[in-house]
């Protein structure tokens, strides 16, 4: 089965951090560009950030830019979200995605994960 698995989502405080990572299962994510989306209860799945396959070109929503950082280790077939300055606003399930190339709707991705949550909070 073709999938993705995101971890290391948990509670924190607000300006606290939190790293997620996203592991594919049944393929690797060599060719593959990586975007993580967000979806808040009531909310709109948006996008967060995306990374390339090829230059590991990187590009973040306005909301978080500064403040989390995307990264890749191929070897580890693994892609990281740093978070940190973290918000009660970024409290959200947290999804990582797969396609060939970076797009900003989330509707052009082919591969997901079941979500990790995150949440702000004092």
């Known amino acids: 089965q073709v999938r993705l698995v995101e971890s290391g989502g948990g509670m924190v405080q607000p300006g606290g951090s939190l790293r997620l990572s996203c592991v594919p299962s049944?393929?690797?994510?060599?060719?593959?560009?990586i975007g993580w989306f967000r979806q808040a209860p009531g909310k709109e799945r948006e996008g967060v950030v995306c990374i390339s396959s090829s230059d590991r070109s990187t590009y973040y929503s306005d909301s978080v830019k500064g403040r989390f950082t995307i990264s890749r280790d191929n070897a580890k077939n693994t892609v990281y979200l740093q978070m940190n300055g973290l918000k009660p606003e970024d409290t959200a399930v947290y999804y990582c995605?797969?396609?060939?190339?970076?797009?900003?709707?989330?509707?052009?991705?082919?591969?997901w994960g079941q979500g990790t949550q995150v949440t702000v909070s004092s």
């Open positions: 049944g393929f690797t994510l060599d060719y593959y560009a």
């Open positions: 995605a797969a396609r060939f190339g970076c797009r900003v709707r989330h509707e052009e991705y082919d591969y």
